[in-house]
């Protein structure tokens, strides 16, 4: 028969029905039309056809009954990919399938902090009684360097100072357990004892201001820029100058020392590459114990120097990143190509702080801001205080970046911005812990 006529002889023999005929197929219609097919199907089947909804509405389903809930949240590949759409570390070696659901409302509650100015707090470290030049930051401790002619070690967690010494004016510093490497003003890099405050090495060479240090104690070396337009290879022990690097115009506001990740015709993974930057030029060394070395590359971003470099660089090994007038450039080191420039309305004169696989942090005058380096737009910034700027950029740095690779539930903790302010206190902006 055709639809219609089928419909009109159903409806013909319900009309004919009694009560005990109209419950019987009330109850067979409640099982043919509310097949819960999520219970009925394999579970492989389930999973496969939940990986097609979104994460929302993954999360409305999880309501409909507690054997829905307990497929979906086991559905452990579902949230794995919604953690990684939004910038999330993935730890495989995690077994429990229902951690990821959980792992993934923290993912979505901390995206939606970050966007709403929420995810940070701030606070000062008091303590010098002139303006602070010179920053550095590792594993918890903040160093800052003075024009008081002292240098202190802060613990940012207690915003207790752990170590005060008396040193020159300090333009850049740099420290480890025992030590702190500083470059001053009065042309000379020194090195102090922490537990005693002696001087231990006194680096005397340059003609100029010196802005930044860097050292290697596997190498027994020490790195120096200055304001005299070179750079200088110390021995860090013995405190004597093995080489003068020239080359650069400008005032050299960086040098990074840092090993090698990649293979080209010029250089091997493991090998100690040297960058140094003025305000238009990154200059590539190579360097290890030989004494003499010639420069490898020189990159910019513009041949005749219309555009300036901003003072700050990232160089991992294997990408080398500046920030600039125009935007964000990206290097390769393996072959000095540039990957990539990010160019937006809002990057103009931003500087860089941290780079990573998926974020990138940037300021300026205003604002701290994140940078999605999968879609390359702003996603969300946060309110500064008008801080003291200088323009070879030691006076601001970025904190804890490992979570400039995805953030992992465990990595959005600690320091992520500190800057000298002009009460001559440090100030900080820092993770707020998980509501």
Same mark, same amino acid.
């Given at each position: %028969?055709?639809? $219609?006529?089928?419909?009109?002889?159903?409806d013909h023999l319900i009309s004919l029905s009694g009560a005990v005929q109209l419950r019987h197929l009330?109850?067979?219609?409640?099982?043919?039309?509310?097949?819960?097919?999520?219970?009925?199907?394999?579970?492989?089947?389930?999973?496969?056809?939940?990986?097609?909804?979104?994460?929302?509405?993954?999360?409305?389903?999880?309501?409909?009954?507690?054997?829905?809930?307990?497929?979906?949240?086991?559905?452990?590949?579902?949230?794995?990919?919604? =953690?990684?759409?939004?910038?999330?570390?993935?730890?495989? +070696?995690?077994?429990? /399938?229902?951690?990821?659901?959980?792992?993934?409302? $923290?993912?979505?509650?901390? %995206?939606? *902090?970050?966007?709403?100015?929420? /995810?940070?707090?701030?606070?000062?470290?008091?303590?010098?009684?002139?303006?602070?030049?010179?920053?550095?930051?590792?594993?918890?401790?903040?160093?800052?360097?003075?024009?008081?002619?002292?240098?202190?070690?802060?613990?940012?967690? !207690?915003?207790?100072?752990?170590?005060?010494?008396?040193?020159?004016? =300090?333009?850049?510093?740099?420290?480890?357990?025992?030590?702190?490497? !500083?470059?001053?003003?009065?042309?000379?890099?020194?090195?102090?004892?922490?537990?005693?405050?002696?001087?231990?090495?006194? @680096?005397?060479?340059?003609?100029?201001?010196?802005?930044?240090?860097?050292?290697?104690?596997?190498?027994?070396?020490?790195?120096?820029? +200055?304001?005299?337009?070179?750079?200088?290879?110390?021995?860090?022990?013995?405190?004597?100058?093995?080489? !003068?690097?020239?080359?650069?115009?400008?005032?050299?506001?960086?040098?990074?020392?840092?090993?090698?990740?990649?293979?080209?015709?010029?250089?091997?993974?493991?090998?100690?590459?040297?960058?140094?930057?003025?305000?238009?030029?990154? $200059?590539?060394?190579?360097?290890?114990?030989?004494?003499?070395?010639? =420069?490898? $590359?020189?990159?910019?971003?513009?041949?005749?120097?219309?555009?300036?470099? *901003?003072?700050?660089?990232?160089?991992?090994?294997?990408?080398?990143?500046?920030?600039?007038?125009?935007?964000?450039?990206?290097?390769?080191?393996?072959?000095?190509?540039?990957?990539?420039?990010?160019?937006?309305?809002?990057? /103009?004169?931003?500087?860089?702080?941290? @780079?990573?696989?998926?974020? /990138?942090?940037?300021?300026?005058?205003?604002?701290?801001?994140?940078?999605?380096?999968?879609?390359?737009?702003?996603?969300?910034?946060?309110?500064?205080?008008?801080?003291?700027?200088?323009?070879?950029? +030691?006076?601001?740095?970025?904190?804890?970046? +490992?979570w400039l690779n995805g953030l992992d539930g465990h990595n959005d903790t600690g320091l992520v911005f500190?800057?000298?302010?002009?009460?001559?206190?440090?100030?900080?902006?820092?993770?707020?812990?998980?509501?």
């Amino acid at each position: %028969m055709p639809w $219609k006529q089928k419909n009109e002889t159903l409806d013909h023999l319900i009309s004919l029905s009694g009560a005990v005929q109209l419950r019987h197929l009330s109850n067979n219609l409640e099982t043919l039309l509310k097949r819960d097919f999520l219970k009925l199907l394999p579970l492989e089947l389930s999973f496969y056809l939940l990986k097609w909804l979104d994460p929302q509405t993954l999360l409305t389903c999880c309501l409909v009954s507690k054997q829905w809930n307990k497929v979906i949240s086991a559905c452990t590949e579902v949230w794995q990919t919604a =953690c990684k759409n939004l910038g999330w570390q993935i730890d495989d +070696s995690v077994q429990d /399938a229902l951690h990821w659901k959980k792992v993934y409302l $923290k993912a979505i509650l901390r %995206m939606k *902090q970050l966007e709403d100015r929420e /995810a940070f707090e701030t606070s000062s470290l008091i303590g010098h009684s002139a303006r602070v030049y010179a920053l550095y930051y590792k594993d918890g401790l903040l160093c800052t360097g003075s024009d008081d002619l002292s240098a202190k070690l802060w613990d940012v967690s !207690t915003g207790q100072c752990v170590y005060g010494i008396q040193t020159h004016t =300090c333009a850049a510093v740099k420290f480890d357990e025992q030590k702190l490497v !500083t470059g001053s003003f009065d042309n000379t890099v020194a090195c102090w004892e922490w537990s005693s405050g002696a001087r231990t090495q006194h @680096f005397r060479g340059h003609t100029g201001s010196v802005f930044s240090v860097d050292y290697n104690d596997e190498l027994d070396i020490l790195v120096s820029g +200055s304001a005299d337009f070179t750079v200088k290879v110390w021995a860090l022990s013995a405190g004597t100058c093995l080489n !003068t690097l020239t080359g650069h115009t400008e005032w050299v506001t960086k040098v990074v020392l840092q090993k090698c990740k990649v293979k080209s015709l010029l250089h091997s993974p493991g090998d100690y590459i040297l960058l140094s930057a003025d305000k238009y030029e990154i $200059k590539i060394w190579p360097i290890g114990r030989e004494i003499n070395c010639k =420069c490898l $590359k020189t990159l910019s971003v513009s041949e005749d120097r219309s555009i300036c470099l *901003q003072p700050r660089l990232h160089f991992d090994g294997k990408y080398i990143v500046c920030s600039s007038a125009l935007g964000l450039y990206q290097w390769d080191f393996a072959s000095y190509d540039i990957l990539r420039v990010i160019r937006t309305p809002e990057m /103009a004169n931003l500087g860089l702080l941290g @780079f990573g696989d998926v974020f /990138a942090l940037l300021f300026d005058n205003r604002y701290l801001y994140i940078l999605d380096l999968r879609t390359e737009s702003l996603m969300s910034r946060w309110p500064l205080p008008e801080y003291w700027k200088s323009k070879r950029g +030691s006076s601001f740095l970025a904190g804890e970046v +490992s979570w400039l690779n995805g953030l992992d539930g465990h990595n959005d903790t600690g320091l992520v911005f500190a800057t000298s302010m002009p009460d001559h206190s440090i100030h900080l902006v820092l993770w707020k812990e998980h509501g």
